[in-house]
């Protein structure tokens, strides 16, 4: 299965704090996605990283990528109420036409 | 707003009653998906449609059955569901690029209780 896993599975912190999320998968990919999912709402894309790049940033975003390690992280720096929410990872096989989608990690930000 | 849109975003049926789910995005996209969310499982895949045409079906009981009339239309037909069924069904789109699907843009899902 080329399924992404999260970790961890729940993360709170306090507001202005740094979260770090993780994923591993287990084949090759030709990009992973981060989603945002507020409770019982549609998924919202976050950052697209593609095989062949190490490091994106989109404002307090920031992703890694590790190909070698099957692995991605996402930051989001000086987090904020709003941020409380489910993160979830997301990778698409080499000539694969479908996302699969990690179980996600639920991020709660105390005021 | 993400451009996608679901209706009902909440709906209550019996194990015999028969309902459709529609999504409809604005956004010039030319694939759409279905997706299964239940509680502390995965996101799952239901269905993807390139171009109108049913591209995957991921061993989907019949009773769920999809229909793409158009590039921005996409509709869930559920009949004799059961309990298990009970979910947030969730629509996207996405552009289609040569190396393979883009991007997925969601909609807000309809939450589904079968009685």
């Known amino acids: 299965s080329q399924q992404g896993e999260e970790d961890p599975q729940a993360l709170s912190i306090q507001e202005g704090e740094n979260a770090t999320m993780n994923c591993s998968y287990k084949?090759?990919?030709?990009?992973l996605q981060w989603y945002r999912q507020n409770s019982g709402r549609g998924l919202v894309h976050l950052i697209l990283i593609r095989s062949n790049e190490r490091e994106k940033h989109s404002g307090r975003l920031r992703v890694t990528l590790d190909t070698s390690k099957k692995s991605s992280s996402l930051l989001i720096t000086a987090s904020r109420a709003a941020d409380t929410a489910s993160y979830f990872c997301?990778?698409?096989?080499?000539?694969?036409?479908?996302?699969?989608f990690g179980q996600g990690t639920r991020l709660t930000i105390n005021p | 707003e993400t451009g996608v849109t679901q209706t009902p975003r909440h709906l209550v049926m019996g194990m015999t009653n028969k309902k459709s789910l529609k999504c409809e995005q604005h956004?010039?996209?030319?694939?759409m998906y279905w997706y299964k969310q239940s509680a502390k499982k995965p996101l799952e895949l239901m269905f993807v449609?390139?171009?109108?045409?049913?591209?995957e079906n991921n061993s989907v009981p019949s009773r769920f059955s999809p229909e793409c009339p158009n590039s921005s239309h996409l509709f869930l037909h559920l009949h004799t569901l059961q309990p298990e069924d009970s979910a947030l069904y969730l629509c996207?789109?996405?552009?289609?690029?040569?190396?393979?699907?883009?991007?997925?843009?969601f909609g807000p899902g309809t939450r589904l209780t079968v009685l």
């Open positions: 084949t090759s990919i030709n990009n």
């Open positions: 449609y390139s171009l109108e045409e049913r591209v």
């Open positions: 997301a990778t698409r096989g080499q000539g694969a036409q479908k996302l699969v």
């Open positions: 956004l010039g996209h030319n694939a």
């Open positions: 996207a789109s996405s552009r289609l690029l040569a190396g393979g699907l883009d991007t997925q843009y």
